[in-house]
């Protein structure tokens, strides 16, 4: 007895819907739990927004924990607007960055780093 080309479609179906909702529903996990949060200090050296098509704020942090020693750098990427914009308005004043760390997201467009910058502070 042949299988019905409808019921094939069907099936079909019914496996991309659940390949494609499970796709988002891990993208969905990734982006909201966070692995780790903490604080970097340091000099924002270098902010851009930048990508073809996925436009993000990409930045550099360079930490120098005593004076006279090779600073190291801390690479971050921001997805807010508001938290950008503070930034650019800090550059080159001492900051504190709020960062959490999500593990495992699948694109780079949402950020090319694994740390997300939530909010930060101008170190008086």
């Known amino acids: 007895m042949p299988i019905k080309k409808s019921k094939i479609l069907l099936w079909f179906f019914i496996v991309v819907v659940l390949i494609v909702g499970a796709a988002a529903g891990y993208t969905w996990f990734t982006l909201t739990w966070s692995f780790s949060s903490g604080e ?54 001492r900051v504190v960055l709020h ?3 999500h593990k495992g997201v699948p694109t780079r467009c949402f950020g090319e780093t694994e740390y997300y910058i939530t909010s930060i502070l101008v170190a008086e």
């Open 40 to 93: 970097r200090a340091g000099y924002v050296q270098k902010f851009s927004h930048k990508g073809w098509l996925c436009k993000t704020w990409e930045g550099e942090l360079a930490m120098v924990p005593v004076p006279g020693s090779i600073p190291e750098k801390f690479m971050f990427s921001v997805r807010s607007d508001a938290v950008a914009e503070q930034i650019n308005r800090s550059m080159g004043k």
């Open 99 to 101: 960062y959490e760390q």
